[in-house]
């Protein structure tokens, strides 16, 4: 079973390593699991040691959108900036892939940036790459056509599970999209019209 230990970000600093799992707790879940919801008081920081969460952000008329997925070794950052300020949560943290996580309280967040300067530097290059994923989504919706977004969705979730054929709804899709089921199954049906996927019953194969 993978640790932090064999996660590229953390191979440097084995003390850092030791007192997270020892100041935290490491929970197993199952793929669909909501780890936190919006408007949630943030208690702890997750990190991810095996699997894949996906970060979701939610409008007032239920109307979802995917924000970014956290991998291996990776952490959510709308969790540090919500819990160090003591502020209730504005995503949805859910499983893509059964996961392993580790959770560190907040109160050893603070204390972890003072004396391990690792871990500030992991907090920092952490909030530069879902700066960077954030922007992208804001280009994609901005100027990209929902047909692309939906492609590059697929070969996402493609490259995080490791397989051609993937196992989700329509709905599940548009809702990620933040688009309608009807113009998701449209735009399906025309990527298998021209060879680019297979649709089967709840799952789609990559051809």
């Given amino acids: 079973m993978e640790s932090l230990s064999q996660v590229a970000e953390f191979k440097t600093s084995p003390e ?30 997750p990190i991810v040691i095996r699997g894949t969460l996906k970060v979701i952000r939610t409008d007032d008329d239920d109307k979802e959108i995917l924000l970014y997925y956290i991998k291996s070794g990776e952490s959510c ?36 940036i003072r004396e391990y300067p690792q871990w500030l530097d992991y907090i920092f290059r952490l909030y530069h790459k879902r700066f960077e994923e954030l922007l992208d989504i804001v280009n994609a ?14 070969f996402k979730k493609q490259e995080i599970g490791g397989g051609k054929t993937l196992h989700i709804t329509h709905e599940q899709l548009a809702n990620e999209l933040g688009t309608a089921r009807v113009v ?13 996927v297979q649709l089967g019953r709840n799952k789609i194969k990559l051809m």
Wanted: glycine residues 4%; proline residues 1%.
């Fill in 16 to 45: 850092l390593v030791e007192k997270l799992y020892q100041f935290s707790i490491v929970k197993q879940y199952k793929a669909g699991t909501v780890i936190l919801n919006e408007n949630s008081s943030i208690r702890s920081i």
């Fill in 77 to 112: 950052i709308m969790s540090f900036l919500g819990g160090m300020h003591n502020e209730s949560s504005k995503v949805r943290a859910e499983v893509e892939e059964d996961a392993e996580i580790l959770f560190l309280p907040m109160d050893k967040v603070s204390v972890f």
């Fill in 141 to 154: 919706i901005t100027f990209k056509k929902v047909d692309e977004r939906l492609l590059s969705l697929l």
């Fill in 184 to 196: 998701v199954s449209r735009l399906l049906k025309q990527l298998e019209e021209n060879g680019v």
